[in-house]
């Protein structure tokens, strides 16, 4: 009887092994799957944007490169230093006036563009208020009272937006883009209030507009930088040339 329970015994112990075993197993497999529901949308132009899903957003996966408002309206490209710090109406621009830049980081934008009535962006869709980036950063694991500060904010919510493709970003230290959340976020750098170009230039700082003024003269802002694994929340004048993402009505 000894040897009956001593196999009864082992053979539930195998059981067991092999019972946790499959667990674990099952929640490695789910914990390493990280799924993005994903689409496309397009422009006046015809130019197609991949669109990903985080959280209960649905955004564009690529930077803007739109040269009409929805009306079919041309924006004013501006690419003399003097004219676009005097531009008071919406414009766009190539980062430091092309050299074959744009099929990466799209094109820069000034703020004037973002609230022309003629609208900037495809029916269905509008540019991001400062609280739905804030819903965005949220959802990627950002706390509340970290998304209302200034400045840099958060962990690593940055390396979860920053493309993961190789060469899209500079490389630094321990910094590394996940692009976990499938944002795939370019650094297209930016134009400066006095028309200069954003140093040190293309693949180390990416710059997106906000729909959200914060006064008269400035507006709402995010900023991702290749040495920093976080996101940078503040507002500039509005004729500076940022990057634009989209959001889904």
Not at 6 to 20: A, C, D, G, P
Not at 52 to 60: A, E
Request: net charge negative.
């Amino acid at each position: 009887m000894f040897v009956t329970m001593k196999k009864y015994s082992i053979y539930y112990l195998i059981i067991f092994i092999l019972s946790v075993g499959f667990v674990v197993s099952c929640k490695d497999e789910d914990e390493a799957l990280v799924v993005n529901e994903t689409g496309t949308m397009m422009d006046v132009e015809g130019n197609v944007y991949k669109t990903v899903k985080i959280g209960n957003q649905w955004w564009m996966a690529e930077n803007l490169k739109v040269t009409k408002y929805r009306n079919g309206t041309s924006i004013a490209k501006i690419t003399d230093s003097a004219d676009w710090v005097s531009q008071n109406a919406g414009a766009y621009c190539e980062y430091n006036n092309g050299n074959g830049n744009l099929k990466g980081p799209g094109y820069l934008y000034n703020w004037k563009a973002i609230v022309n009535t003629e609208k900037l962006v495809p029916e269905g869709w509008h540019i991001p208020s400062d609280d739905e980036w804030k819903t965005l950063e949220k959802a990627i694991g950002m706390s509340a009272a970290e998304a209302d500060k200034l400045t840099w904010r958060g962990s690593d919510e940055g390396d979860k937006l920053k493309s993961n493709i190789q060469d899209d970003w500079a490389s630094f230290g321990d910094v590394f883009s996940t692009n976990e959340s499938g944002f795939s976020a370019l650094a297209g750098s930016c134009r400066l209030f006095n028309s200069l170009w954003g140093d040190p230039g293309l693949k180390s700082t990416g710059f997106w507009w906000t729909s959200s003024s914060y006064d008269t003269d400035q507006a709402w802002y995010r900023y991702l930088d290749y040495k920093n694994s976080n996101v940078f929340r503040s507002h500039a004048d509005q004729h500076y040339g940022f990057s634009i993402r989209c959001v889904k009505d």
